[in-house]
């Protein structure tokens, strides 16, 4: 249960200012649709999170403990630095939205915008870390649903209001102190 919990709360910290909230506030400005939005994010998120997780989980199994630990520990804090790192979209991902439906445009943009993103690396980490990544890809799901779906219906006027800095700064924090736990030793009960 740690697993769904630490992920959703991490990725919903990490996910608020980043491209695809950005993303989702400009589809929701766009289309004004908010269903077909919504469920594109889920599929999105779930097909690009579902991989991360499977990616995780083969590296947990393929890698020894003691490499396993700094690794992950490495990555959490390389996660802790991205974070404070503000995202902006690019043009390309937005203009894919022009050519799809709603529901097509959100799925593409949201999946290729999720690429290399903090949140996917994350779930690969997590994935890793934890004895469950199906619980890791459940958790970081519903994190950028949480982030998003408000995004969807309220768009820019929160965004305006959000402390994005603060926001940042905690979700940062979040990232370093797995990454130091990690190194320390935490999760050795899990093999690492």
Known sequence: MESLLVSTG???LAEIGDKTQLLAFLLAARFKRPVPIIAG???AT???HGLA???GAWITAHVSPGIMRWVLGASFIGMAIWTLIPDE???DE????QRLGVFGATVVTFFLAEMGDKTQIAT???AAHYSNPLLVVAGTTLGMLIADVPAVFVGDKLAAKIPMKLVHGIAAGVFALLGV???LGAGSSLGF
């Open 94 to 97: 937005a203009t894919i939205a």
């Open 10 to 12: 991490v990725v919903a």
């Open 181 to 183: 736990a990690t190194l």
């Open 46 to 48: 779930i097909v690009n």
């Open 89 to 91: 979209i690019e043009d």
């Open 41 to 43: 994010i889920l599929l």
């Open 124 to 126: 690969v980490a997590m």
């Open 53 to 55: 997780g499977a990616l």
